[in-house]
């Protein structure tokens, strides 16, 4: 009986395990605590279950900073890129602008009567796909 009931509370610090921290010493902190003005950067030495230990970016002594007793915190996960989405986003409208503007400069240069593709001498020729 009592194997039993404490079978859920074993499933769940094994599970708890295998859950990964999302801190590991050497990441880049920044953290709000309620009763400061301003956010603090630092960098993780140590963490805990409900703690870490953190050297401010300014220098000095590290400090240990409970999680409950913070706002917020972010971690620096290293820099990406957005280049080839920006290019796509500013490729296909331009290039759909650029084809609508060159067509329209093209049809503007060729003379009234041939805008329509027939020469009115001749309207038993062909279509010219011109304009």
């Given at each position: 009986?009592?194997?039993t009931?404490?079978?859920?509370?074993?499933?769940?610090?094994?599970?708890?395990?295998?859950?990964?921290?999302?801190?590991?010493?050497?990441?880049?902190?920044?953290?709000?605590?309620?009763?400061?003005?301003?956010?603090?950067?630092?960098?993780?030495?140590?963490?805990?279950?409900?703690?870490?230990?953190v050297?401010?970016?300014?220098g000095?002594?590290?400090?240990?900073?409970?999680?409950?007793?913070?706002?917020?915190?972010?971690?620096?996960?290293?820099?990406?890129?957005?280049?080839?989405?920006?290019?796509?986003?500013?490729?296909?409208?331009?290039?759909?602008?650029?084809?609508?503007?060159?067509?329209?400069?093209?049809?503007?240069?060729?003379?009234?009567?041939?805008?329509?593709?027939?020469?009115?001498?001749?309207?038993?020729?062909?279509?010219?796909?011109?304009?």
């Amino acid at each position: 009986m009592i194997a039993t009931a404490a079978l859920p509370i074993l499933m769940a610090l094994a599970a708890a395990e295998d859950v990964a921290s999302p801190l590991a010493a050497g990441d880049r902190v920044r953290f709000l605590r309620p009763r400061d003005a301003g956010s603090s950067t630092a960098t993780v030495v140590e963490e805990g279950p409900d703690w870490m230990t953190v050297r401010p970016r300014e220098g000095g002594d590290p400090v240990r900073v409970p999680f409950d007793g913070l706002a917020r915190l972010d971690v620096a996960r290293g820099r990406r890129s957005r280049a080839a989405e920006g290019a796509a986003i500013g490729f296909v409208p331009g290039a759909v602008l650029g084809g609508l503007f060159a067509a329209a400069v093209a049809c503007s240069d060729a003379a009234p009567r041939e805008r329509a593709g027939f020469s009115p001498t001749d309207l038993t020729s062909t279509p010219r796909a011109r304009c």
